[in-house]
């Protein structure tokens, strides 16, 4: 897990710390269901934050966040 976080880029940093590690796991296991449902409705709001979000200059990771 750790690798796979290192490797991906992201606009906002992320510190690699057990908190954060805690949430990677917390995420992929109990709430994964929940999680996976919360993607994909928010998938169809993606393109518009994504434009909006150019528009303004902030980085796109911040469109995950809500």
Request: net charge positive; aromatic share 10%; proline share 8%.
């Amino acid at each position: 897990m750790t690798a796979d976080l290192a490797a991906t880029q992201h606009d906002v940093p992320i510190p690699l710390n057990e908190r954060v590690f805690a949430y990677v796991e917390l995420f992929q296991g109990r709430l994964r269901e929940w999680f996976e449902a919360g993607l994909r409705r928010g998938t169809q709001y993606l393109p518009m934050i994504s434009r909006c979000s150019a528009r303004r200059g902030l980085p796109l990771d911040l469109a995950y966040i809500p």
